[in-house]
């Protein structure tokens, strides 16, 4: 290994705050091929127990820094082929730690279109500008201006000369990379961001208004106004300017450059000015907004990330025969009802809504629905007419013997999978509303195998994704789905290829043959039978099989998420208990466990202490699923209006989505309340992902309700804290 390459595994081993060593060990798991879910969960002794975030963001690390290496040594190439690389701007080039430091270094030997001072070089102007540079104390600079004269270069006047050589000067300047450095820090630290009105009859629903007039310092603007500017100039409605402290700047440039008295001090302040204004300050203002516009978009994406994970960690609501309702006002409701493996038991189609209103028909329908299929939850759709739906499934469910519940399902996407190829190939013989009816019903048996069949940037849970690096944000959310996926397992007898190509190491074509294989030959028995899938080669196996499970496997261990590399280790241990797989899950395993001494036992089976811990724990649980420790989603039995909201009202709701400013909540009618960031608690928080997350049940208060605007203004804080903050 290089001296490069160790030098560039200590910084990062530094940055993060880990081991050297494991940093190392890291690095070659990942260029070995291994996974990052399979490293996370079956290498956590080489990798002192990272997790899949801390893995993900030291490869991304090692990759920029590779990356940053190839560019500093292409640019050391293109400055040497010139003749102009000393050992000192070498030497400053590789110390650069980011790539906008290297380019500054290499930006005054770029090659440059046509520019005034490419002009004024021409006319052999490029030593008078360096004798004006060199800050003499004596002379005359008109009397020295006069030697450059040559009419057939159409330098004829003195001030041409000088307009010259001040042209070299003020590109001098603006190719400065400690000039650039200064003036870019300048600007974050004391510029603002103004912006104006440009056009306001394009923004007919005034959702840019508050920034028609606007302005803020750079230091302190949030990641959501940034991307909020963006969208009101893209879309032609604001004009977007960088207001930097011009007086500051010229200041620094007059003191870094004029370091003593100087007869030519006047020509070089106005070249400095001149740099400035017509060199520096566009390129630094585009710098900047690029460096504001990427950190906001970080931030948007880290939340819509945070988001997804949470909403694709909702427990499933096993083992029910569920009616999905997706609402609808002329088309009609669609209704589908699944059974407890998602099959499709029947479909229909009701107009209890506007126009038609044919409730008592409908009624008929959903009740027959009912106690044909013994359906024991209902799944409603919150799109259009949700709430008047709502209103009729609970007066149905009022007119039924036994107890049925009920409860409003997030059904973004839903459309955009029953349009999908995907879509059509699961239902071909079903129409587009009667798929979206199935995947709200089967979103809540089980929320992550239903919503890994549709593009994440679908799911609802995001703030200004449209307005994202599309690129940096299907990175993010892929690395979310397959880091969710591969902690939660997956049933290799029941899972559509959606889910499967998410298991690591499985490609969309290997997750399609192992489908294959089971719709031909039948359900699988063994993990060992996955060995003979087409494509699915050595390495992919082990990669994926600690991640599929076998439920009835007729070994114990492939319903685990033990992986069959450790089978040998596991049965070892088991034999020094004095029992064998049979135990697998049962009290007296559990019981017999307890006793271990996990340190003495991984030495004698030459494992590490992670790796025997995670043994144990998968015997004890050997179903275990993350999900089941998460609180199951409100189940409701009756309906409530806007009307009926009064502030102080207590109640309890589901956090449908967070953002920077706070946290969207569903409490049972038409329009999700917003908890402010200031009412999510009474000590200071940095983000609202600090305490509330998707999915959550929370106790909420009413603060205010404006019925004619729609909106709802929630707090989290009781009725005694708030007094205690007013």
């Not at 940093?23 to 080489?46: D, S």
């Not at 001090?265 to 520096?280: F, H, M, N, P, Q």
């Not at 202490?609 to 649980?621: F, G, K, M, N, Y």
């Not at 989505?657 to 569903?666: E, K, L, Q, R």
Request: charged letters at 30%; hydrophobic letters at 40%; one cysteine or more.
């Amino acid at each position: 290994m290089s001296e490069k390459h160790v030098k560039m595994k200590r910084i990062i081993a530094k940055e993060q705050a880990v081991s050297e060593k494991y940093v190392h060990n890291l690095i070659e798991l990942v260029e070995e091929g291994n996974t990052i879910p399979f490293i996370a969960r079956y290498r956590k002794e080489l990798t002192g127990e990272m997790d899949e975030v801390q893995i993900r963001e030291i490869v991304d690390k090692w990759h920029y820094m590779n990356q940053l290496q190839t560019r500093k040594e292409e640019v050391v190439r293109l400055i040497d082929e010139q003749g102009k690389l000393t050992t000192e701007l070498q030497q400053k080039i590789e110390a650069a730690s980011k790539l906008q430091e290297v380019e500054d270094l290499y930006r005054p030997y770029k090659q440059k279109r046509r520019t005034k001072a490419t002009v004024a070089k021409e006319k052999g102007l490029e030593p008078f500008a360096d004798w004006l540079f060199s800050l003499p104390t004596s002379g005359d600079v008109e009397e020295e201006a006069k030697k450059y004269l040559d009419t057939e270069k159409e330098v004829s006047e003195v001030s041409d000369a000088i307009q010259g050589a001040q042209d070299i000067i003020s590109e001098w300047i603006s190719d400065h990379p400690d000039y650039r450095k200064a003036i870019r820090l300048l600007g974050l630290q004391e510029g603002k961001v103004q912006s104006v009105v440009k056009d306001e009859e394009i923004d007919e629903k005034k959702v840019f208004e508050m920034y028609y007039e606007y302005e803020e310092p750079v230091r302190s603007i949030v990641p959501h106004r940034i991307l909020a500017l963006n969208r009101g100039e893209s879309e032609g409605v604001l004009r977007i300017k960088l207001i930097m402290p011009v007086e500051r700047v010229l200041s620094l440039l007059q003191r870094k450059m004029i370091t003593k008295r100087t007869v030519a001090e006047w020509v070089l302040t106005e070249a400095i000015a001149d740099g400035y204004k017509r060199l520096i300050e566009p390129s630094i203002e585009r710098e900047i907004r690029q460096e504001l516009t990427s950190k906001a978009e970080d931030q948007a994406i880290h939340i819509f990330a945070e988001n997804l994970k949470q909403l694709l960690l909702q427990p499933p609501i096993k083992e029910k025969i569920v009616l999905g309702v997706d609402p609808a006002y002329r088309t009609g409701c669609k209704l589908a009802v699944v059974d407890a493996t998602g099959k499709v038991l029947d479909i229909a189609v009701i107009y209890p809504t506007p126009p038609r209103n044919e409730v008592e028909r409908a009624k008929e329908v959903v009740k027959k629905m009912i106690a044909k299929h013994g359906v024991n939850m209902i799944a409603i759709g919150n799109g259009t007419a949700s709430r008047e739906t709502e209103q009729f499934i609970a007066d149905v469910i009022t007119d039924l013997p036994e107890a049925i519940y009920y409860l409003i399902v997030n059904e973004a996407g839903a459309s955009v999978y029953s349009a999908s190829e995907l879509g059509r190939v699961e239902f071909p013989d079903l129409k587009v509303e009667e798929r979206s009816a199935v995947s709200i019903a089967r979103r809540i048996q089980d929320p992550l195998a239903e919503l890994v069949k549709i593009d994440p940037k679908s799911v609802g849970v995001g703030q200004y994704q449209h307005d994202v690096s599309q690129k940096k944000l299907t990175e993010s959310l892929s690395f979310i789905v397959e880091t969710v996926v591969n902690q939660v397992g997956v049933n290799v007898n029941t899972a559509s290829v959606s889910l499967l190509q998410y298991v690591a190491g499985l490609s969309n074509a290997v997750a399609t043959n192992i489908v294959k294989q089971r719709e031909e030959a039948g359900k699988f028995s063994s993990r060992a039978q996955l060995k003979k899938i087409p494509r699915l080669g050595a390495k992919t196996y082990e990669q994926c099989i600690g991640f599929l499970r076998i439920p009835s496997a007729k070994n114990p261990l492939d319903q685990t998420a033990i992986h069959p590399e450790a089978y040998l280790a596991t049965k070892q241990l088991l034999k020094e208990l004095n029992l064998d797989l049979s135990a697998v899950g049962t009290e007296e395993l559990k019981v017999a466990l307890e006793s271990v001494d996990v340190s003495r036992v991984a030495s004698q089976l030459e494992l590490g202490a992670p790796t025997i811990q995670d043994i144990i724990d998968s015997l004890v649980r050997p179903s275990r699923d993350p999900r089941d420790n998460i609180t199951k989603p409100l189940l409701k039995q009756g309906v409530m209006q806007l009307e009926d909201l009064k502030p102080g009202m207590e109640l309890q709701g589901t956090v449908r989505n967070v953002v920077d400013f706070g946290a969207f909540i569903d409490i049972g009618v038409k329009q999700d309340g917003l908890v402010h960031i200031s009412k999510l608690t009474n000590r200071f928080v940095k983000h609202p992902l600090e305490v509330v997350v998707v999915g959550e049940i929370v106790t909420v208060w009413i603060d205010s309700v404006d019925a004619h605007k729609g909106r709802i203004a929630l707090t989290m804080l009781e009725p005694k804290q708030q007094a205690a903050t007013s």
